[in-house]
Structures are given as C-alpha cells and as structure tokens.
C-alpha cells in the first residue's frame, strides 16, 4: 500500500516537473525560474517521499511521542500546497513560484521537529530559530519572484532564481552527506 502510494506521490512531482518546463521554454526570460522550479520539484517530490518515510520509521520505533502526528500532518498539508504550486505554475510561472515558496515557507514555520530515524535521538527539536537560515532565503526567493512578476529585471532575476536553487541543492547534498557519513548514516 505504501508502495503505490510513494509510487503515486513521485508521478504527481514527475508530471508536475515536466509540465513546468514544457510550458514555459520560452520567452528565454522565464527559462530559469522554470529550470529552477522544475529543479525544485524533483527535491521536493523526493523529499516528500524521505519525509513520509521517516515519519513511518520513527512512528514504529517511537510510538507513544505525540510530535509525530503533527508533524505529520504538517507534511501532508506542505505537499499538497507544494503540488498546488507546481501546477499553477504550468499556467502562471510567477504565481506558481510563489505559492511553492510560500508552502516552504509554511513547513518551516510549523514544523516543530525534524526526524532522524535510526539514530539515538529520532526526534529532535527544530524551531523558527534554527530554521531561521532557510526562512532567510526562502524570503530572498519571494523577493526575487516577486520582482520578476513584476517586469523588474527579468532576465537577471530568472538567472539569479535559478542560481539560488542550484547553490541551495549543491549546500543541501555537501553537507548533508558529509555530516550524514560522519554521524554512521548514510548519504541521500
């Protein structure tokens, strides 16, 4: 069962990815907010997939923590607006965009934790504060989306759009699978 649905979650993402840049390879003005929102979808839709799965690990060996469930629910309601975004890029890149930011920005203000399952401390605390850095930029895409919406500098804004999400992907997999190596797990 959870096969199918993993299975039906990554075929939303994929279909959502593809539909961005097929509709939106030209005017070349717009070409990197689509390269860098269909970038961001193939993340979050792996992400999505990482966070349920976590949260499936960590409910079976910690049963009885009640942060799980939020969380859970947190999750959900971050990937359907994630999906939401996506599509509604197909027919308004710029709105789309900004709806996607604006889930992440959702998630990181209302998740209060982050999982690890496997390690010695699966649940862990994780507020505002220590996700102020990726609020910081998350706010900084905004501005920038908001910007090419807006006719302002379009083609360095789409550049630059597109240049924050692949040094985001490029920071998120170094570290991540440094300290992940590190710490006895494994790498993404």
Known sequence: MRTALDGCLGVLFAIAALGILGWHLQPLDGLGVALALTFLCIEQGRMALVDLNNIHQVTNDCPTDGRVRPFY???IITIALELIGFYLAWYQLGLGTGFVLLSQVFFNTAAKIQLYPG?????QSMGVKERSP???IDALAFGVIALWQIGQFRQA???LLLVMVLTYLAV???TTSTAAVANGGESP
């Open 157 to 159: 804004m789409s550049a």
């Open 134 to 136: 990726v609020l910081l």
């Open 172 to 174: 998120k997999y170094l």
């Open 73 to 75: 629910r947190v999750t």
């Open 119 to 123: 390690s010695l401390e699966p649940i």
